[in-house]
């Protein structure tokens, strides 16, 4: 049989100690209604961070992390329609649902009872090969390459979902604040600006994420905790720093909205109550939608959006874990892995 390489998790813990492993894995076959994937380019994330830290509880074994996934259909299994031998896809962080709770039936299957996320439940794209969920691939717009796709399908799907929560996404001249400016806010911004919102950037790193905000057109830019010249209508945090969130409201007008965009976040220290009084706003992102996916890859190609990206061989994805923690990417890091 096939072998492929791939970084597997065994232990969770610090990401300085290089948890992932270098291995030699069976190419693995697409069962009914999946594919096989041949990987070309997988994005990293903190959700990854997460996973191999364990602040996501370890749900596989040896799991393969990797959750943004572009690379090639080899193989299709049985049952699989619309999808052929030699087209380029998107895999993202959800990868099922049961179809059956009633969040799926209520058309909110990313909070699904029983979900499946590629690089936490089912094995992920560090790795030159992936099976995935059929119904849950995208297609890559034309306009893309390989790298320059592999933020959208997580950073960019969240970005976009976060910003639609905040109820102004169709508002000319709303006044939107990011907080934390990685992957995700630097394509959230994009989208912002494009559609005619004030974009306000707090975030730490005056030479990388600070510099980055003001090249895409952030009307200010400040350090975490600094205050925002104008009162905001929403606000985003991306940092997954709970001491962010009484600094981001203390920003939002009477009525305004705050968006959590992380999967894990430290906790939120106590605040006072006039932090929140006037009916502002505190609410989660959970997960995404396929149509989220859909809409989002839509939108960024008209634009068109363009990801700055930092890329890695798999060999050094431990040492790409170990620089986004640190803050030491300027937007997206990606594991290239084979040639398109």
Not at 83 to 110: F, K, M, P, Y
Not at 217 to 228: L, N, Q, R
Not at 234 to 247: K, L, N, R, S, Y
Not at 298 to 320: C, D, G, M, R, Y
Request: charged fraction near 20%; include cysteine.
């Amino acid at each position: 049989m096939a072998t492929m390489k791939a970084m597997i998790l065994k232990d969770p813990g610090p990401v300085e100690d290089r948890r992932l492993v270098s291995c030699n894995l069976d190419v693995p076959e697409p069962r009914p209604n999946e594919i096989l994937v041949r990987v070309t380019a997988c994005g990293i994330c903190r959700t990854d961070l997460h996973v191999i830290e364990g602040e996501l509880v370890q749900r596989v074994p040896a799991i393969v992390p990797g959750h943004q996934v572009v690379g090639i259909v080899e193989q299709i299994g049985h049952g699989v329609s619309g999808i052929q031998v030699g087209e380029r896809v998107g895999v993202a962080w959800l990868q099922g649902t049961c179809g059956a709770c009633r969040h799926c039936l209520s058309s909110s299957e990313n909070l699904c009872e029983r979900p499946e996320f590629t690089g936490w439940t089912r094995n992920g794209g560090f790795a030159e090969f992936i099976v995935a969920n059929a119904d849950f691939v995208y297609r890559i717009p034309d306009g893309f390459s390989d790298v320059q796709a592999a933020p959208l399908l997580c950073a960019g799907i969240i970005g976009y979902r976060a910003l639609r929560l905040t109820g102004i996404d169709v508002w000319r001249g709303a006044r939107v604040g990011i907080f934390g400016f990685g992957a995700a806010g630097h394509i959230c911004i994009q989208l912002a600006t494009n559609r005619g919102a004030s974009v306000n950037v707090a975030t730490r790193d005056r030479d990388k994420h600070q510099a980055l905000a003001a090249r895409l057109g952030a009307k200010w830019v400040g350090d975490t905790f600094e205050s925002p010249p104008e009162e905001l209508d929403a606000a985003i945090v991306f940092a997954p720093a709970g001491e962010i969130v009484p600094a981001a409201l203390k920003a939002l007008r009477k009525g305004g909205v705050l968006v959590l965009g992380g999967i894990y976040m430290t906790p939120i220290p106590a605040f006072d109550y006039s932090l929140i009084y006037g009916e502002r706003v505190i609410r989660s992102v959970a997960n995404n939608t396929r149509e989220d996916g859909r809409e989002f890859l839509a939108e960024a190609a008209s634009i068109p959006i363009k990801t700055s990206v930092e890329t890695f061989p798999l060999s050094a994805v431990n040492e790409a874990i170990i620089a986004l923690k640190h803050d030491g990417i300027q937007g997206a890091g990606v594991i290239v892995i084979g040639q398109p």
